[in-house]
């Protein structure tokens, strides 16, 4: 059985920082792709960034420049570092990972089997 947990949500004022945590378990080979997404009320779910096993990243374009993705991957842990936050950031943040595509750069919901439970992440 795989587990995604995520952490670090909360509350953060406009222009504010907040760094997201996901920690894997169950299955090492679970990790070869990993990434965020997020969903607004009323929104489809959205791809945020993903990062490979060996580092290579991509990230939405309305998240460049702000937020950064990192993995420790002795842990099993992906991270999400989030900058200069505004309204339209406001989302449930949820883990996923797909260890079937190695070259991680898609952003298909689909593809990724497994997820957590998400973590709030309010702007105001």
């Known amino acids: 059985h795989v587990q995604l947990v995520e952490s670090g949500g909360g509350l953060v004022p406009i222009g504010g920082s907040l760094r997201l945590s996901c920690a894997a378990s169950?299955?090492?080979?679970?990790?070869?792709?990993m990434g965020w997404f997020r969903q607004a009320p009323g929104k489809e779910r959205e791809g945020v960034a993903t990062?490979?096993?060996?580092?290579?990243?991509s990230l939405a374009d309305s998240v460049k420049g702000r937020f950064t993705i990192s993995r420790d991957n002795a842990k099993n842990a992906l991270y999400l570092q989030m900058n200069s936050l505004k309204p339209e950031d406001t989302a449930m943040y949820y883990c996923?990972?797909?260890?079937?595509?190695?070259?991680?750069?898609?952003?298909?919901?689909?593809?990724?089997?497994?997820w957590g439970q998400g973590t709030q992440v309010t702007v105001s």
């Open positions: 996923a990972a797909n260890p079937y595509d190695a070259v991680c750069r898609s952003f298909d919901i689909q593809g990724f089997p497994y």
């Open positions: 169950g299955y090492s080979a679970v990790t070869l792709c």
């Open positions: 990062m490979a096993r060996g580092g290579s990243a």
